[in-house]
């Protein structure tokens, strides 16, 4: 077994639950979810709301499914998984179609900065300015987004706390821990999937119209 399962059993998920809640996310991607149908929420905003989000919902599912196979703690996968899952979230709960535009129009900014300072850096040119990447505000508002969807209390602040001790760990600092690495990771596979799954269930609400609301020829 390996140390995220046996983390995972130590929260209250069985070995085999987060296996089939893993596999559940990997299959998605052979079947017609990351379609966009006519008349959803998505369609109406454009493409690269759509592009983005889809792209980082199967960065989600790749990082989970890679965890699952390690045989050693995944700290920067899972904090990876949870960082993309928290984007999806970040980008697509706001009902307001002027916000979703404005966060997808930031993200695609940010994405065409940091490939122009790498093509400068490989490059020799002057670097131009890079737009600052910063993830807390992402994690937090989708961690209180999800927190409205499950029976957890404080469940948003134990999502924040995890993603930080993920980047701790990922740095190789989770020996200053009075916890064991595997102790560490006890709850994050669970709560990275609770992240991940309510990115999926976001994102199939804005794929698919909505049941009252008929798609126009």
């Given amino acids: 077994m390996a140390d995220a399962d046996r983390a995972a059993a130590a929260a209250g ?6 296996a089939d809640r893993v596999e559940f996310l990997a299959s998605l991607s052979q079947t017609t979810f990351y379609d966009v149908e006519a008349g959803s929420v998505l369609a109406d905003d454009g493409s690269p709301a759509a592009a983005i989000a889809r792209a980082s919902l199967r960065a989600t599912s790749e990082h989970l499914t890679a965890v699952h196979g390690y045989t050693e703690p995944a700290f920067a996968a899972l904090r990876d998984a949870l960082e993309a899952a928290a984007s999806v979230v970040w980008l697509l709960e706001p009902d307001e179609q002027p916000e979703r535009q404005r966060r997808t129009a930031r993200l695609a900014d940010e994405d065409a900065s940091i490939a122009a300072a790498l093509d400068a850096a490989l490059n020799r040119t002057p670097a131009p300015t890079v737009l600052d990447v910063d993830a807390t505000e992402r994690v937090t508002r989708a961690a209180d987004y999800v927190e409205g969807f499950t029976a957890s209390p404080g469940a948003s602040a134990v999502i924040v706390a995890t993603w ?10 989770h020996a200053a821990s009075s916890l064991p690495a595997a102790s560490m990771l006890a709850g994050a596979l669970p709560l990275v999937l609770d992240v991940a799954e309510t990115a999926a269930s976001l994102w199939h609400s804005r794929a698919v119209p909505a049941a009252d609301e008929p798609v126009q020829d």
């Fill in 164 to 173: 930080r001790a993920l980047g701790a760990g990922a740095l190789g600092r």
């Fill in 13 to 18: 998920d069985t070995a085999a639950e987060i």
